[in-house]
């Protein structure tokens, strides 16, 4: 396993980045390979481009707030140690790790799961999903048929649902209250625990 | 309700039942179809002779006939058209009314109406027709199947379980003929069943028989549920590859079942020669998948053929294994998978359609007379029957499938990444239905085995048992054992789109990591693919190809630059089921939106589900939609809280401006409409020097063509022209645009002019060039058309020529992001009815909105754009236009910007 350490020596400060996102040395080095195959020109940063050239992303619907979220505010750039960072929140909860109060809250934990969706939702980071975000996620997630109207009462009705201080809009809390279980029971094979079982085998 | 159903049923049957009684009358005498259909090969004596010599006149001594039948000659023909009429109506019988199928398996209604027919048959003869006794099966019926089966294999995650896929074909397949025959020859052996003189080799043929599965039924049911992927490709694969086995396992026993004497060389001999019959199709698949891939690099200017060459490769690597006595399964398979990539980036979006649609159909139509023949077979064969030796077939077929997925599961979960749970194994298990490999493979049975009819009547047991008891039952039961899905319904609506938000989100983050690309031999494959396989077998070789470049162009135009009021909406389709209350929803609504939701969202890796539907044929034109929402909503995005408010603009917008002069005529102060106004309106971005309507270009590229008032035209074109070297950046197509001006833009001088708008409306089409690699834009004037209604027709017609346009010879066409998925943005830009509605509105609009000062200002100039310096410069522009009308955009001295023009 030489060629192991040999990648994992080239990454600086994998130490903390273990502890922080709680991956395994395996999990960092596959996905410290993934990211230089997905890094063109070995720039040692991934752009936009670099996540479009994801031939399956393309075709997903809400592929461009995927690789918007790998992006923080006014960057036009990630790299290693924030797209771990990032694929951290995939991982499954930790049922057994004890929980100190003093340690700060894990990436995967629930609260941060949550909060990740929540910023898919909410493109202008404004601590809210506005009726006009929801309509947005709503029309690139449903197909044509659906006319404006629908949609829009379809919009209505979700901030309805979720909305109890009557703002028109889901603030995160209200959001977190909607989802209380819906995280927690994903039944498909898709699910964000499934992440960490796959990255185990690569 | 109920009422309703039973009539349909009622009507449904009843039509079955003449249907049944007219064709069958036509067949009752052609009892002997098959035998001649494979009397070519057989030489199976026509039953029927003294008629031939009846009907056919002598010449010499009759009178020239006036009227004469000849019904021989074009018997076989004739009787196996009919009967594959008769299968295909029961078919349409069927969906008629669709909740039967859901119910009852496709292959189970076939086989009754098999049934039904062959008890006519029976009837009406007394003796039984001769059916499916040879080849005929083997050369004509299963390569369309296998054929059908591979090219629809869903690619990814075929390969994701390989593994698991081989495991289960072979060794599941071995284990099965191992321990079905070992146990019926423990069986043989008891006294009282009389079955002594069945030795093991025949025992073992008979298993290997019986250990094909062919879950069609079963296939059907899991894509309906949706299914757990994992299970689905499992179930998908082995069926695939475990005929292949099962053939190659039947040709290797029924010789030794003829031999005397069985030593143990021989077996090894056997096992050495299974490995050469596989590994012998295998190379012949590779081998003629590539010569059809390579083949189809050459077919651009014979496109009419082009299909055939997949077909005739096909059918040749299977015919050539034959030849060899390899597994032609495999070949053909391994051909179908292997030549798939190539063939379908070589060859043009339409043949690409034609082949798939006539795997599916030829695919289809095989599968449907199989299960057809097998129910008449049932009625009309000489049956052996012997309780003992049925029941413990039935009972050994299944225990050892069920023995064999459980241990075999054991055994390869470790390696798996998602380990398959006990009710996926449950799934597994009693999804192995048997069925027409089976039916054909006993039918083949040597003549000289002992209990050929025993053998004949035990597999149809099994068969209609399998088919009618499990295909049946495997959707309660796997419905009620709720064993994992892909996706499922949900409470609220809010859990219902949050979840597939985060559903889609994880795919997508699954794609970052590579879930997929990550296998070492993949990458090494990859890059070999990329490096050699593609050159030599693609002919247009571009590394990343068609959709991906569409998005990446679009992703990369998206960012770069902001765009203005784009489309909202292309679903401005006028609803029918309007939900018009907003604030109280009734339960109704609730309901429908839940229906609209479940119905509507995409489903994560549909792709694959629709791949390989058995029942309905591929459809893509998803992709692309999803591809031009995606770049809406991209520019919904960038407008950050800039949402288009007005529930009007939506819902309806259209690019095509009816002539002014006659709005005005009308509507005397009216300006134009606001969709030009939008047009114009657009965001003119300061890039390379000129000033760009995005929004405009946008939309020549995704419609290809748009109608637009002079003024607008004006604008447009050169920015265009303006844009072209960020256009041949962006898109390859435009390499060398040139751009050809009719005669009439000339009148386009005083653009800026108040008689100008008087003039016309020119219909812009970007347009491919046929000969090189280069995109015409064609301006086209309209002939002022005095009244909207005109308009309205002419509109209407522009969608068809839209569609042939685009036979573009040197791409594969849905790069474009058109055909199909043109198709709802022409109903949405010029469909009728949106168009009335338009219409009514927008006179309401400038009436009442744009009375003032709109007056004689024909482009409109909002806010904003009177400022602009384009208006201004635009003449200039035009006046240059017109000094070159073949303006080639590579030309240094081209317009960079107004102020140079000028």
Same mark, same amino acid.
């Given at each position: 396993?030489?060629?192991?350490?040999?990648?994992?020596?080239?990454?600086?400060?994998?130490?903390?980045?273990?502890?922080?996102?709680?991956?395994?040395?395996?999990?960092?080095?596959?996905?410290?390979?993934?990211?230089?195959?997905?890094?063109?020109?070995?720039?040692?940063?991934?752009?936009?481009?670099?996540?479009?050239?994801?031939?399956?992303?393309?075709?997903?619907?809400?592929? *461009?707030?995927?690789?918007?979220?790998?992006?923080?505010?006014?960057?036009?750039?990630? *790299?290693?140690?924030?797209?771990?960072?990032?694929?951290?929140?995939?991982?499954?909860?930790?049922?057994?790790?004890?929980?100190?109060?003093?340690?700060?809250?894990?990436?995967?934990?629930?609260?941060?799961?949550?909060?990740?969706?929540?910023?898919?939702?909410?493109?202008?980071?404004?601590?809210?999903?506005?009726?006009?975000?929801?309509?947005?996620?709503?029309?690139?997630?449903?197909?044509?048929?659906?006319?404006?109207?629908?949609?829009?009462?379809?919009?209505?009705?979700?901030?309805?649902?979720?909305?109890? *201080?009557?703002?028109?809009?889901?603030?995160?809390?209200?959001?977190?209250?909607?989802?209380?279980?819906?995280?927690?029971?994903?039944?498909?094979?898709?699910?964000?625990?499934?992440?960490?079982?796959?990255?185990?085998?690569? | 309700?109920?009422?309703?159903?039973?009539?349909?049923?009622?009507?449904?049957?009843?039509?079955?039942?003449?249907? %049944?009684?007219?064709?069958?009358?036509?067949?009752?005498?052609?009892?002997?179809?098959?035998?001649?259909?494979?009397?070519?090969?057989?030489? =199976?004596?026509?039953?029927?002779?003294?008629?031939?010599?009846?009907?056919?006149?002598?010449?010499?001594?009759?009178?020239?006939?006036?009227?004469?039948?000849?019904?021989?000659?074009?018997?076989?023909?004739?009787?196996?058209?009919?009967?594959?009429?008769?299968?295909?109506?029961?078919?349409?019988?069927?969906?008629?009314?669709?909740?039967?199928?859901?119910?009852?398996?496709?292959?189970?209604?076939?086989?009754?109406?098999?049934?039904?027919?062959?008890?006519?048959?029976?009837?009406?003869?007394?003796?039984?027709?001769?059916?499916?006794?040879?080849?005929?099966?083997?050369?004509?019926?299963?390569?369309?199947?296998?054929?059908?089966?591979?090219?629809?294999?869903?690619?990814?995650?075929?390969?994701?379980?390989?593994?698991?896929?081989?495991?289960?074909?072979?060794?599941?397949?071995?284990?099965?003929?191992?321990?079905?025959?070992?146990?019926?020859?423990?069986?043989?052996?008891?006294?009282?069943?009389?079955?002594?003189?069945?030795?093991?080799?025949?025992?073992?043929?008979?298993?290997?028989?019986?250990?094909?599965?062919?879950?069609?039924?079963?296939?059907?049911?899991?894509?309906?549920?949706?299914?757990? &992927?994992?299970?689905?490709?499992?179930?998908?694969?082995?069926?695939?590859?475990?005929?292949?086995?099962?053939?190659?396992?039947?040709?290797?026993?029924?010789?030794?079942?003829?031999?005397?004497?069985?030593?143990? %060389?021989?077996?090894?001999?056997?096992? =050495?020669?299974?490995? %050469?019959?596989?590994?012998?199709?295998?190379?012949?698949?590779?081998?003629?998948?590539? =010569?059809?891939?390579?083949?189809?690099?050459?077919?651009?200017?014979?496109?009419?053929?082009?299909?055939?060459?997949?077909?005739?490769?096909?059918?040749?690597?299977?015919?050539?294994?034959?030849?060899?006595?390899?597994?032609?399964?495999?070949?053909?398979?391994?051909? =179908?998978?292997?030549?798939?990539?190539?063939?379908?980036?070589?060859?043009?979006?339409?043949?690409?359609?034609?082949?798939?649609?006539?795997?599916?159909?030829?695919?289809?139509?095989?599968?449907?007379?199989?299960?057809?023949?097998?129910?008449?077979?049932?009625?009309?064969?000489?049956?052996?029957?012997?309780?003992?030796?049925?029941?413990?077939?039935?009972?050994?077929?299944?225990?050892?499938?069920?023995?064999?997925?459980?241990?075999?599961?054991?055994?390869?979960?470790?390696?798996?990444?998602?380990?398959?749970?006990?009710?996926?194994?449950?799934?597994?298990?009693?999804?192995?239905?048997?069925?027409?490999?089976?039916?054909?493979?006993?039918?083949?049975?040597?003549?000289?085995?002992?209990?050929?009819?025993?053998?004949?009547?035990?597999?149809?047991?099994?068969?209609?048992?399998?088919?009618?008891?499990?295909?049946?039952?495997?959707?309660?039961?796997?419905?009620?054992?709720?064993?994992?899905?892909?996706?499922?319904?949900?409470?609220?609506?809010?859990?219902?789109?949050?979840?597939?938000?985060?559903?889609?989100?994880?795919?997508?983050? &699954?794609?970052?990591?590579?879930?997929?690309?990550?296998?070492?031999?993949?990458?090494?494959?990859?890059?070999?693919?990329?490096?050699?396989?593609?050159?030599?077998?693609?002919?247009?070789?571009?590394?990343?190809?068609?959709?991906?470049?569409?998005?990446?162009?679009?992703?990369?135009?998206?960012?770069?630059?902001?765009?203005?009021?784009?489309?909202?909406?292309?679903?401005?389709?006028?609803?029918?089921?309007?939900?018009?209350?907003?604030?109280?929803?009734?339960?109704?609504?609730?309901?429908?939106?839940?229906?609209?939701?479940?119905?509507?969202?995409?489903?994560?890796?549909?792709?694959?589900?629709?791949?390989?539907?058995?029942?309905?044929?591929?459809?893509?034109?998803?992709?692309?939609?999803?591809?031009?929402?995606?770049?809406?909503?991209?520019?919904?995005?960038?407008?950050?809280?800039?949402?288009?408010?007005?529930?009007?603009?939506?819902?309806?917008?259209?690019?095509?401006?009816?002539?002014?002069?006659?709005?005005?005529?009308?509507?005397?102060?009216?300006?134009?409409?606001?969709?030009?106004?939008?047009?114009?309106?657009?965001?003119?971005?300061?890039?390379?020097?000129?000033?760009?309507?995005?929004?405009?270009?946008?939309?020549?590229?995704?419609?290809?063509?748009?109608?637009?008032?002079?003024?607008?035209?004006?604008?447009?074109?050169?920015?265009?022209?303006?844009?072209?070297?960020?256009?041949?950046?962006?898109?390859?197509?435009?390499?060398?645009?040139?751009?050809?001006?009719?005669?009439?833009?000339?009148?386009?001088?005083?653009?800026?002019?108040?008689?100008?708008?008087?003039?016309?409306?020119?219909?812009?089409?970007?347009?491919?060039?046929?000969?090189?690699?280069?995109?015409?834009?064609?301006?086209?004037?309209?002939?002022?058309?005095?009244?909207?209604?005109?308009?309205?027709?002419?509109?209407?017609?522009?969608?068809?020529?839209?569609?042939?346009?685009?036979?573009?010879?040197?791409?594969?066409?849905?790069?474009?992001?058109?055909?199909?998925?043109?198709?709802?943005?022409? &109903?949405?830009?010029?469909?009728?009815?949106?168009?009335?509605?338009?219409?009514?509105?927008?006179?309401?609009?400038?009436?009442?909105?744009?009375?003032?000062?709109?007056?004689?200002?024909?482009?409109?100039?909002?806010?904003?754009?009177?400022? &602009?310096?384009?208006?201004?410069?635009?003449?200039?522009?035009?006046?240059?236009?017109?000094?070159?009308?073949?303006?080639?955009?590579?030309?240094?001295?081209?317009?960079?910007?107004?102020?140079?023009?000028?």
């Amino acid at each position: 396993m030489g060629s192991s350490n040999s990648t994992l020596s080239k990454i600086p400060n994998l130490g903390r980045l273990i502890e922080e996102t709680g991956f395994t040395p395996a999990h960092i080095k596959r996905l410290y390979k993934r990211f230089q195959a997905l890094d063109k020109g070995n720039k040692g940063y991934l752009s936009p481009q670099d996540f479009g050239s994801v031939k399956e992303l393309a075709t997903n619907p809400i592929g *461009d707030r995927i690789i918007g979220a790998f992006f923080s505010q006014g960057q036009e750039t990630v *790299d290693f140690h924030s797209f771990v960072r990032i694929l951290a929140h995939f991982r499954p909860l930790d049922k057994n790790r004890a929980k100190r109060p003093d340690s700060p809250e894990p990436i995967n934990s629930r609260i941060s799961k949550l909060r990740f969706a929540f910023q898919l939702y909410d493109q202008d980071n404004d601590g809210k999903i506005s009726r006009d975000e929801l309509l947005q996620v709503l029309r690139t997630m449903l197909e044509m048929q659906v006319t404006e109207e629908q949609l829009e009462s379809i919009a209505d009705r979700t901030i309805q649902e979720a909305d109890l *201080d009557g703002d028109n809009a889901i603030s995160f809390d209200e959001f977190r209250k909607v989802n209380a279980d819906t995280f927690l029971r994903i039944p498909s094979p898709v699910t964000p625990s499934q992440i960490t079982v796959w990255l185990i085998v690569l | 309700m109920d009422d309703s159903i039973s009539c349909k049923c009622n009507w449904t049957s009843k039509y079955l039942v003449c249907l %049944v009684i007219f064709l069958s009358g036509a067949l009752w005498s052609s009892r002997d179809v098959l035998s001649n259909a494979a009397g070519a090969t057989t030489k =199976a004596p026509p039953v029927n002779s003294p008629a031939w010599t009846q009907v056919s006149p002598k010449p010499q001594t009759q009178p020239l006939p006036v009227f004469t039948i000849n019904y021989p000659r074009i018997q076989v023909p004739f009787e196996i058209t009919l009967w594959i009429l008769l299968a295909s109506f029961a078919k349409i019988g069927f969906n008629m009314y669709h909740k039967i199928t859901i119910w009852i398996p496709e292959s189970c209604l076939l086989i009754s109406v098999g049934l039904v027919v062959g008890g006519i048959m029976y009837a009406v003869h007394g003796m039984p027709p001769a059916v499916l006794t040879s080849n005929v099966f083997f050369l004509y019926m299963l390569p369309p199947i296998v054929l059908d089966s591979s090219y629809f294999m869903p690619t990814r995650p075929f390969f994701e379980n390989v593994g698991t896929v081989l495991w289960f074909a072979v060794v599941g397949t071995l284990w099965n003929s191992l321990g079905i025959g070992v146990s019926l020859y423990g069986v043989c052996q008891i006294e009282a069943l009389g079955l002594k003189d069945i030795n093991l080799q025949e025992n073992l043929l008979f298993a290997s028989i019986i250990s094909a599965v062919d879950p069609v039924a079963v296939l059907a049911v899991f894509e309906d549920i949706s299914i757990n &992927e994992q299970l689905y490709i499992v179930v998908f694969g082995e069926c695939l590859f475990n005929d292949a086995v099962t053939v190659a396992l039947y040709n290797i026993l029924s010789f030794v079942a003829t031999m005397p004497e069985v030593e143990t %060389v021989d077996v090894f001999l056997g096992m =050495a020669r299974f490995v %050469v019959v596989g590994l012998g199709g295998l190379f012949f698949g590779f081998l003629f998948g590539f =010569a059809a891939a390579f083949t189809t690099r050459f077919t651009a200017h014979v496109r009419e053929i082009e299909p055939f060459f997949v077909f005739m490769f096909s059918y040749l690597a299977y015919l050539v294994a034959e030849l060899f006595s390899l597994s032609s399964i495999m070949a053909i398979v391994t051909c =179908a998978l292997t030549m798939k990539y190539y063939v379908e980036e070589n060859v043009a979006q339409r043949s690409c359609t034609t082949i798939r649609h006539v795997v599916k159909m030829l695919g289809t139509m095989s599968e449907t007379l199989i299960f057809f023949f097998l129910g008449v077979a049932t009625i009309t064969t000489d049956h052996e029957w012997n309780w003992g030796y049925i029941l413990f077939t039935l009972l050994f077929a299944f225990v050892w499938r069920a023995l064999g997925v459980f241990v075999l599961t054991q055994i390869i979960n470790p390696f798996r990444t998602i380990p398959f749970n006990f009710k996926d194994q449950f799934g597994l298990a009693y999804g192995g239905l048997r069925g027409a490999i089976c039916f054909a493979l006993v039918f083949l049975l040597p003549q000289n085995i002992t209990c050929r009819n025993l053998f004949i009547t035990a597999t149809i047991v099994v068969i209609l048992f399998t088919v009618f008891i499990q295909g049946i039952s495997i959707r309660p039961l796997v419905e009620c054992m709720k064993v994992r899905r892909t996706n499922r319904k949900l409470g609220t609506i809010n859990v219902e789109i949050h979840k597939r938000l985060m559903e889609h989100t994880i795919a997508g983050i &699954e794609d970052i990591c590579g879930q997929w690309s990550h296998y070492y031999w993949k990458d090494k494959f990859k890059k070999f693919n990329d490096r050699v396989l593609r050159k030599i077998l693609i002919r247009d070789n571009r590394a990343e190809s068609s959709i991906v470049a569409l998005y990446k162009k679009l992703e990369l135009q998206n960012a770069l630059e902001l765009l203005g009021p784009a489309p909202s909406d292309l679903s401005a389709a006028p609803s029918l089921m309007d939900l018009q209350t907003k604030r109280n929803f009734p339960a109704s609504d609730l309901r429908n939106m839940h229906e609209l939701l479940s119905k509507n969202m995409y489903k994560i890796r549909q792709r694959t589900v629709e791949y390989t539907k058995k029942s309905a044929l591929p459809n893509d034109s998803k992709v692309r939609e999803i591809l031009i929402r995606r770049h809406i909503s991209i520019r919904h995005s960038f407008r950050v809280g800039s949402f288009p408010r007005t529930g009007v603009s939506k819902r309806h917008r259209f690019l095509s401006l009816p002539p002014r002069k006659n709005m005005e005529s009308r509507s005397p102060p009216s300006r134009p409409s606001y969709t030009s106004e939008n047009l114009l309106r657009a965001p003119i971005i300061f890039r390379h020097g000129t000033w760009i309507p995005v929004a405009t270009l946008d939309l020549l590229i995704l419609c290809s063509s748009i109608v637009l008032s002079a003024a607008e035209l004006n604008n447009t074109i050169k920015q265009i022209i303006f844009r072209s070297r960020l256009f041949s950046t962006l898109f390859g197509f435009v390499r060398s645009a040139s751009y050809t001006l009719p005669p009439g833009l000339a009148s386009l001088d005083n653009a800026e002019g108040p008689g100008l708008e008087d003039k016309q409306s020119w219909k812009m089409t970007l347009h491919p060039c046929s000969g090189s690699r280069g995109t015409d834009l064609e301006l086209e004037p309209l002939s002022a058309t005095s009244s909207v209604s005109q308009l309205q027709r002419f509109s209407s017609r522009q969608e068809r020529p839209l569609q042939n346009r685009y036979h573009q010879p040197e791409r594969r066409e849905h790069e474009l992001g058109q055909q199909t998925s043109r198709e709802p943005i022409a &109903e949405g830009l010029w469909g009728q009815p949106q168009r009335d509605s338009w219409t009514a509105h927008r006179y309401s609009r400038s009436r009442d909105e744009h009375r003032p000062g709109g007056g004689n200002l024909p482009p409109s100039a909002p806010t904003g754009w009177a400022q &602009e310096p384009l208006i201004q410069k635009g003449g200039g522009s035009q006046n240059h236009l017109n000094r070159r009308p073949h303006w080639r955009p590579h030309n240094p001295h081209g317009p960079q910007s107004p102020g140079q023009v000028d």
